[in-house]
T-cell receptor, first 113, second 114 residues
Framework: AQSVSQHNHHVILSEAASLELGCNYS??????LFWYVQYPGQHLQLLLK??????LVKGIKGFEAEFIKSKFSFNLRKPSVQWSDTAEYFC???????????FGAGTRLAVHP | NAGVTQTPKFRILKIGQSMTLQCTQD?????MYWYRQDPGMGLKLIYY???????DKGEVPNGYNVSRSTTEDFPLRLELAAPSQTSVYFC?????????????FGPGTRLTVL
């Protein structure tokens, strides 16, 4: 069965620090990859997604992710985090029909002023 | 557009009780999904639907039932609540279910079974 692994469960950073959250998936075929974010008290919203083309994907709020097929990875990056980036981040993948998402366990990011 | 709405926001059930979690979307999406989110576990798919009258099981369907009589509504039914069903439940929808379609999520229902 396909699976998604997120390496860090909790990350604590100071404002202006750089961020990289790891994500690896287990499927060897064609995949579509997503990063969703859940701000405190809010529902999940899409940060960015990859389904074809340029493996470097830019999303909202200055986030980007790079799809590296040879490493089965889709790491999320942001050069300088802000306190408002405090949230839980989920990596997800769809592989088969019906666009069913398989989620990683999530990474809780806390950014201190 | 309101997007995806869910009711109730919170609910406490006793073991053995039943309830229905409501989900409605106003985007005319064909595909709808129910996920549960447990602490430290990410979201897991319970059931999904590809259109009115068509539903199928996801990864963790036991203890739940769904129906899809209209495009807009996709209720999730718990028949005999158990403590293992304590979780946060999210409903989502997407346009055509094509790979790469964005899923839009509702605000969630936090359910506690005591």
């Amino acid at each position: 069965a396909q699976s998604v692994s997120q390496h860090n469960h909790h990350v604590i950073l100071s404002e202006a620090a750089s961020l990289e959250l790891g994500c690896n998936y287990s499927y060897g075929g064609t995949v579509n990859l997503f990063w969703y974010v859940q701000y405190p008290g809010q529902h999940l919203q899409l940060l960015l997604k990859y389904f074809s083309g340029d493996p470097l994907v830019k999303g909202i709020k200055g986030f980007e992710a790079e799809f590296i097929k040879s490493k089965f990875s889709f790491n999320l990056r942001k050069p300088s985090v802000q306190w408002s980036d405090t949230a839980e981040y989920f990596c997800a993948v769809t592989t088969g029909g019906y666009n069913k998402l398989i989620f990683g366990a999530g990474t809780r990011l806390a950014v201190h002023p | 557009n309101a997007g995806v709405t869910q009711t109730p926001k919170f609910r406490i059930l006793k073991i053995g009780q039943s309830m229905t979690l409501q989900c409605t979307q106003d985007m005319n999406h064909n595909y709808m999904y129910w996920y549960r989110q447990d602490p430290g576990m990410g979201l897991k798919l319970i059931y999904y639907s590809v259109g009115a009258g068509i539903t199928d099981k996801g990864e963790v369907p036991n203890g739940y039932n769904v129906s899809r009589s209209t495009t807009e509504d996709f209720p999730l039914r718990l028949e005999l609540a158990a403590p293992s069903q304590t979780s946060v439940y999210f409903c989502a929808s997407s346009g055509q279910g094509a790979q790469g379609d964005t899923q839009y999520f509702g605000p969630g229902t936090r359910l506690t079974v005591l």
